[in-house]
């Protein structure tokens, strides 16, 4: 795409978003641009998803996301961020034409019959619904981790891809068939497990970044961990090893440092503030790092290590089924972020992590899902042509659009999609069991997108054939579930209606979904509790997320 069209999307999204005045903070994950914005009201949210370049739309506390896919995201971000520091004009007080600002201002769908729009509607009643009871501890925590980890994903994912290449011309080199790349691969090396070497002081300084301390002295606490020298230092009777502990000791020795940080300045004397705290910071953060939280949390990260093999490999197929088909209702309740730190030390102990194709399968279920749902809704051309737009960001494992756009308001396809992931997941355990083990050397991606970063115990023909087998039976079950079991007679007799015809009177919820469409499905303003994030990706996604992973 083109500098010009990146522009132009970032100048059709801006007015929508209430203008250059309404928004004061601008990010951007892998696959979402994320805007902290002043008043929500100012945004015209069936405008936004009308775009042609829009995913979707997911909110939570924190910031107001549209998902833009990967690769697009990254370039739309810097020409938005211009429009924004260059626009003067305040934010309009309220939506063109006399609209509602909040993009509620369709006219209402006539009784007995669906839309993609209406669907649209309810998948964000589900979400408003899910941010009332996201506000717990727990999961604001999680949420937390997510942001410290989420902006090493880019890193993670290049580095990954160079180990892959690296990884092939070790083979081609060591059989003999490309001895012109034995100069190269050293190179690739460096390159490739650079990035991981210094992980830990990555996330000392996003994690001070995070809870409110100065950034550089998080990472000069957790810097202490990665040290050579510390080789040198025993604690409880045993030689401590660099980068003992990982990114769980780099997390807790950056947390400790905002609180000494944060003493220091409410006692430490200005006229001294500057040459104090600074030491005071490093040297107790240090110490307690290097006499407590390195062999604790090395322990810790053996054991999550050990954990993960132990599962799949005693699990198998049961324990892949579990993973696969939960991790959907995971994301749903923001219960995904909290693998995120497993992930990363996982692939920063064996280089992959194991866990992460496994989950992937439910983005594999969500794709067979909607495959079944566009042929069995034939005549409702909207909800098609959702899914024609919505399926190649799926295939990819951005599943927002399907999961808000299509399964989750429908219900029944929600659940039926979890089933194909199981399905998937199961596939993939059973090889961990026998032999195969499948990993992955970044969080983030999914789908077809995690092709290049696979990485295992077995030759790469042998681990993508395992994944791509995983990801054709989380197709099929998904397909095969929701097709048979994803809709009740009384739901298709409402929903496959072409949207030109007329229709009965009949009771209806608010936003115009029939209120008797399915007794399972999540009514509007229901729903689960909120939590869908990046990464992730899942890569899912993602919520977060989730992906992602």
Same mark, same amino acid.
């Given at each position: 795409m083109s500098t010009d069209q990146n522009r132009q999307i970032a100048e059709a999204l801006l007015p929508l978003v209430g203008g250059a005045q309404n928004v004061f903070s601008i990010n951007h994950c892998m696959t979402r641009l994320r805007l902290g914005l002043h008043d929500r009201s100012l945004v015209q949210d069936a405008a936004l998803r009308a775009l042609p370049a829009v995913l979707g739309l997911v909110e939570d506390d924190e910031a107001f996301q549209i998902v833009l896919g990967p690769g697009k995201v990254a370039r739309v971000t810097p020409e938005f961020r211009t429009l924004v520091?260059?626009?003067?004009?305040?934010?309009?007080?309220?939506?063109?034409?006399?609209?509602?600002?909040?993009?509620?201002?369709a006219p209402p769908v006539p009784a007995g019959h669906a839309t993609a729009e209406?669907?649209? $509607?309810?998948?964000?009643?589900?979400?408003?619904?899910r941010r009332h009871r996201n506000a717990t501890p727990v999961k604001l925590m999680l949420r937390r981790v997510a942001n410290i980890f989420v902006p090493l994903i880019p890193a993670l994912i290049g580095c990954g891809i160079v180990a892959g290449i690296n990884g092939l011309l070790t083979n081609l080199v060591s059989s003999g068939?490309?001895?012109?790349?034995?100069?190269?691969?050293?190179?690739?090396?460096?390159?490739?497990?650079?990035?991981?070497?210094?992980?830990?002081? @990555?996330?000392?300084? +996003?994690?001070?970044?995070?809870f409110g301390g100065t950034p550089v002295l998080g990472g000069a606490a957790a810097a202490v961990i990665v040290f050579a020298g510390v080789?040198?230092?025993?604690? @409880?009777?045993?030689?401590?090893?660099?980068?003992?502990?990982?990114?769980?000791?780099?997390?807790?020795?950056?947390?400790?440092?905002?609180?000494?940080?944060?003493? /220091?300045?409410?006692?430490?004397? $200005?006229?001294?503030?500057?040459?104090?705290?600074?030491?005071?910071?490093?040297?107790?953060?240090?110490?307690?790092?290097? @006499?407590?939280?390195? !062999?604790? /949390?090395?322990?810790?990260?053996?054991?999550?290590?050990?954990a993960a093999n132990w599962l799949l490999l005693r699990?198998?197929?049961?324990?892949?089924?579990?993973?696969?088909?939960l991790f959907l209702p995971l994301v749903m309740l923001g219960l995904h972020q909290a693998l995120i730190p497993i992930h990363t030390t996982l692939i920063e102990q064996d280089g992959f992590t194991v866990l992460l194709p496994v989950l992937a399968m439910a983005g594999a279920g969500q794709v067979g899902a909607a495959l079944a749902v566009y042929l069995r809704l034939r005549r409702n051309t909207s909800i098609r042509k959702t899914i024609r737009s919505a399926l190649p960001a799926g295939l990819m494992g951005v599943? $927002?659009?399907?999961? !808000?756009?299509?399964?989750?308001?429908?219900?029944?396809?929600?659940?039926?999609? /979890?089933?194909?992931g199981a399905v998937g997941g199961g596939v993939v355990g059973l090889f961990h069991q026998i032999g195969t083990s499948v990993g992955s050397t970044a969080i983030g991606?999914?789908?077809?997108?995690? @092709?290049?970063?696979?990485?295992? +115990?077995?030759?790469?023909g042998a681990i993508a054939a395992v994944y791509g087998l995983g990801m054709a039976t989380g197709y099929v079950a998904g397909f095969v579930a929701t097709y048979f079991f994803g809709f009740s007679k009384q739901m298709l007799a409402e929903l496959d209606v072409a949207p030109e015809s007329a229709r009965p009177a009949g009771r209806v919820v608010a936003g115009g979904v029939p209120a008797a469409a399915e007794p399972g499905a999540p009514a509007r303003g229901g729903g689960?509790?909120?939590?869908?994030?990046?990464?992730?990706?899942?890569?899912?996604?993602?919520?977060?997320?989730?992906?992602?992973?």
């Amino acid at each position: 795409m083109s500098t010009d069209q990146n522009r132009q999307i970032a100048e059709a999204l801006l007015p929508l978003v209430g203008g250059a005045q309404n928004v004061f903070s601008i990010n951007h994950c892998m696959t979402r641009l994320r805007l902290g914005l002043h008043d929500r009201s100012l945004v015209q949210d069936a405008a936004l998803r009308a775009l042609p370049a829009v995913l979707g739309l997911v909110e939570d506390d924190e910031a107001f996301q549209i998902v833009l896919g990967p690769g697009k995201v990254a370039r739309v971000t810097p020409e938005f961020r211009t429009l924004v520091e260059r626009d003067p004009h305040p934010a309009a007080a309220s939506a063109p034409d006399g609209g509602d600002a909040a993009g509620t201002d369709a006219p209402p769908v006539p009784a007995g019959h669906a839309t993609a729009e209406e669907l649209a $509607e309810r998948g964000e009643a589900i979400r408003a619904a899910r941010r009332h009871r996201n506000a717990t501890p727990v999961k604001l925590m999680l949420r937390r981790v997510a942001n410290i980890f989420v902006p090493l994903i880019p890193a993670l994912i290049g580095c990954g891809i160079v180990a892959g290449i690296n990884g092939l011309l070790t083979n081609l080199v060591s059989s003999g068939s490309a001895q012109w790349a034995s100069g190269v691969v050293p190179a690739l090396t460096a390159i490739s497990t650079g990035f991981m070497s210094l992980i830990a002081v @990555f996330v000392g300084i +996003n994690t001070a970044a995070e809870f409110g301390g100065t950034p550089v002295l998080g990472g000069a606490a957790a810097a202490v961990i990665v040290f050579a020298g510390v080789s040198d230092v025993s604690a @409880f009777g045993e030689k401590l090893a660099p980068g003992q502990g990982g990114v769980l000791g780099a997390l807790f020795a950056a947390l400790l440092a905002v609180h000494v940080e944060r003493w /220091c300045r409410r006692r430490v004397p $200005e006229a001294v503030d500057v040459l104090v705290t600074p030491t005071v910071t490093v040297l107790v953060a240090g110490l307690v790092t290097l @006499f407590g939280l390195m !062999y604790v /949390c090395g322990l810790v990260s053996t054991g999550i290590g050990e954990a993960a093999n132990w599962l799949l490999l005693r699990g198998g197929a049961v324990a892949g089924f579990v993973l696969g088909g939960l991790f959907l209702p995971l994301v749903m309740l923001g219960l995904h972020q909290a693998l995120i730190p497993i992930h990363t030390t996982l692939i920063e102990q064996d280089g992959f992590t194991v866990l992460l194709p496994v989950l992937a399968m439910a983005g594999a279920g969500q794709v067979g899902a909607a495959l079944a749902v566009y042929l069995r809704l034939r005549r409702n051309t909207s909800i098609r042509k959702t899914i024609r737009s919505a399926l190649p960001a799926g295939l990819m494992g951005v599943g $927002e659009p399907l999961i !808000y756009g299509v399964s989750l308001p429908l219900g029944r396809p929600f659940v039926t999609a /979890c089933v194909g992931g199981a399905v998937g997941g199961g596939v993939v355990g059973l090889f961990h069991q026998i032999g195969t083990s499948v990993g992955s050397t970044a969080i983030g991606p999914s789908g077809w997108a995690l @092709f290049p970063l696979l990485k295992g +115990n077995q030759g790469l023909g042998a681990i993508a054939a395992v994944y791509g087998l995983g990801m054709a039976t989380g197709y099929v079950a998904g397909f095969v579930a929701t097709y048979f079991f994803g809709f009740s007679k009384q739901m298709l007799a409402e929903l496959d209606v072409a949207p030109e015809s007329a229709r009965p009177a009949g009771r209806v919820v608010a936003g115009g979904v029939p209120a008797a469409a399915e007794p399972g499905a999540p009514a509007r303003g229901g729903g689960m509790p909120d939590g869908a994030d990046e990464e992730d990706g899942d890569g899912q996604g993602g919520p977060r997320r989730p992906v992602g992973v």
